[in-house]
């Protein structure tokens, strides 16, 4: 694993820090881990915020510089995707050699470097599931974005390949940027009893809802049947899935735990026997992952980049047949062979990916991009 980024010259990189900014969830994650690796090197990086009552908390990226401006932040998004205007530097960040978005939509600058992310086209294929600015604009911009940026960054191959088919992208600009695995330390034993973890947002693309129809399966026919755990913020189309479980039979045998600070989520997982992750569609699968380096069983959808990730440290389900995660549940706590040889696979497959290792491929590609775009203007 790397442990230091050495850069020949540095580097003045802004990044829109604003799903990092309370209740991390995959993207915001993802962003805060990579600015903060990003930080260990000579660049100056600058954390971007226009939140009205969220401030940064640079006290675990020390070495960044935060911006942090009280604008409504749907006010600059509208300005932002629309009219792609006012230009990132004259909000206080002052001159950048690169502007990376968190997400498909171009962060508006002079001169700069432009990067978007793209973490998965479901907002495309299914508008339906989105909300709010990511309906209204992400549907109808992201195709000429992704086109004018001069990088785009995706979690995984199979990100990378849907964007270059579906938005005709020169793979020359595409960067497969992974997460990193949390550096945790391996567990010494698996609890007996754990109980089955699902970890991420209670929405219609996590497929929650198949997933307590495959628990209700279970407990319909055997008693010994553990706790289900469900950690995760509940969005404004959770309600549903909230009262479902309050009624029988799964009353008093599904936790709804909310959001999980990341200071606690080691010990989230460290009381699980599985992961559950039967998503409708996954860019990357950071719980997979996380799963993984503790050596737990993960029960995966086979679907988008999670058959990529998992491997073989899991068993793959069709997340439209609540039969198929049922019986993958109970193949893993009927077999303690099974179960064991998926810990071993799982700490194998989470060795492979770093934080530290994302940064340095993520900031090659930037110095790439600049210099070509230095060469074109030459």
């Not at 009280?70 to 792609?84: I, K, Y």
Request: proline share 7%; with cysteine; glycine share 6%.
């Amino acid at each position: 694993m790397d442990k230091e980024l050495c850069y020949s010259q540095p580097l003045r990189i802004v990044i829109d820090y604003r799903p990092a900014l309370r209740e991390r969830t995959g993207v915001g994650e993802y962003f805060h881990e990579i600015a903060r690796a990003l930080a260990q090197g000579p660049d100056e990086i600058v954390l971007f915020s226009s939140s009205w009552k969220d401030r940064i908390d640079v006290r675990d990226i020390p070495r960044a510089r935060a911006v942090d401006r009280r604008v409504p932040v749907r006010l600059l998004n509208l300005a932002w995707h629309r009219l792609e205007w006012p230009p990132v530097e004259l909000l206080g960040v002052g001159l950048v050699d690169i502007a990376h978005s968190p997400h498909p939509l171009l962060l508006p600058a002079r001169d700069a470097v432009q990067v978007v992310t793209i973490h998965d086209l479901d907002f495309l294929r299914h508008p339906e599931r989105t909300h709010r600015e990511v309906r209204r604009d992400y549907p109808a911009l992201a195709r000429s974005h992704a086109a004018r940026a001069d990088l785009v960054v995706v979690p995984s191959p199979f990100v990378g390949r849907d964007v270059a088919s579906t938005f005709g992208i020169d793979t020359a600009r595409i960067l497969v940027c992974p997460a990193g695995a949390p550096q945790w330390q391996r567990h010494t034993r698996r609890p007996a009893g754990g109980y089955l973890l699902f970890v991420g947002a209670i929405e219609p693309r996590k497929n929650v809802s198949g997933l307590l129809d495959a628990y209700e399966r279970l407990l319909e026919r055997r008693r010994d049947v553990p706790d289900l755990w469900i950690a995760g913020r509940a969005t404004a189309s959770a309600d549903g899935v909230v009262e479902r479980t309050q009624r029988p039979p799964l009353a008093g045998r599904v936790k709804l735990t909310g959001y999980i600070d990341p200071t606690l989520r080691r010990q989230l997982y460290e009381g699980a026997s599985l992961l559950l992750l039967p998503s409708f569609d996954e860019g990357f699968g950071l719980p997979a992952l996380e799963a993984m380096t503790l050596g737990i069983p993960v029960v995966a959808s086979d679907r988008g980049a999670l058959p990529e990730l998992v491997g073989n440290a899991g068993i793959l389900i069709d997340p439209n047949d609540p039969g198929s995660i049922a019986a993958a549940i109970e193949r893993i706590l009927d077999d303690t062979a099974l179960a064991a040889e998926m810990e071993t696979r799982g700490f194998e497959r989470a060795a492979h990916y770093s934080w530290e290792h994302s940064a340095r491929v993520l900031r090659d590609a930037y110095a790439t991009a600049l210099a070509r775009r230095e060469q074109s203007a030459a």
